[in-house]
């Protein structure tokens, strides 16, 4: 027979000293604590971040853990419900073994490709706004030309007086 609460404490331990800046006890009984879980920063320091409450249940690890995200940063809804269902999926490859550290990379790899998502989207909004600069900048060249001040169009005038003249003698 398992001994859960010898289990459950070993995992608390090793976790307290895996993610000693970011893991909370929130009560002993029963067993609550949370995780602040943290991307990697991108460019211009964009990250995401989401903080997990894990609450063991009697029979853990044979029975998933409860778990909540109670704060999020950066992310959109569709981020967090994706990030709930990883965490379903992957405590229910996880029954039977501790799972909070598989569980919390989980979550660590998800964030990153997340911000690896807000880069390429940022990056893609760059090109089409550049796109767009660039095609409006040749429309106002195409349509536009050269603006017309007294100056040059006295200058024109007289070429184009000159040129008539001179197709006036040919005839």
């Given at each position: 027979m398992?001994?859960?609460a010898?289990e459950?404490?070993n995992?608390?331990?090793?976790?307290e000293?895996?993610?000693?800046?970011?893991?909370?006890?929130?009560?002993?009984?029963?067993?609550?604590?949370s995780?602040?879980?943290t991307?990697?920063?991108g460019?211009?320091?964009?990250?995401?971040?989401?903080?997990?409450?894990f609450?063991y249940?009697?029979?853990?690890?044979d029975?998933?853990?409860l778990?909540?995200?109670v704060s999020?940063?950066?992310?959109?809804?569709t981020d967090?419900?994706s990030?709930?269902c990883?965490?379903?999926d992957?405590?229910?490859?996880n029954l039977?073994?501790v799972m909070?550290?598989t569980?919390v990379?989980?979550?660590?790899d998800?964030?990153n490709?997340?911000v690896?998502?807000?880069?390429t989207?940022?990056e893609e909004e760059k090109?089409?706004?550049?796109?767009?600069a660039?095609e409006a900048?040749?429309?106002?060249?195409c349509?536009h030309?050269?603006?017309?001040?007294i100056?040059?169009?006295?200058s024109?005038k007289?070429k184009f007086?000159?040129e008539?003249?001179?197709?006036?003698?040919?005839?």
């Amino acid at each position: 027979m398992t001994d859960y609460a010898e289990e459950q404490r070993n995992e608390l331990e090793a976790l307290e000293s895996i993610y000693a800046d970011s893991f909370i006890v929130l009560s002993t009984t029963p067993t609550s604590f949370s995780i602040t879980v943290t991307s990697e920063a991108g460019e211009n320091e964009e990250n995401v971040q989401v903080t997990i409450k894990f609450t063991y249940v009697d029979s853990y690890p044979d029975e998933a853990p409860l778990y909540e995200i109670v704060s999020e940063e950066n992310l959109e809804c569709t981020d967090t419900s994706s990030l709930l269902c990883l965490l379903e999926d992957q405590a229910q490859e996880n029954l039977g073994m501790v799972m909070i550290f598989t569980l919390v990379s989980a979550v660590q790899d998800k964030l990153n490709e997340i911000v690896d998502q807000i880069k390429t989207r940022s990056e893609e909004e760059k090109l089409r706004k550049e796109k767009e600069a660039e095609e409006a900048e040749k429309l106002q060249v195409c349509f536009h030309g050269t603006p017309v001040t007294i100056e040059n169009f006295l200058s024109w005038k007289a070429k184009f007086d000159v040129e008539m003249a001179e197709i006036k003698k040919k005839k």
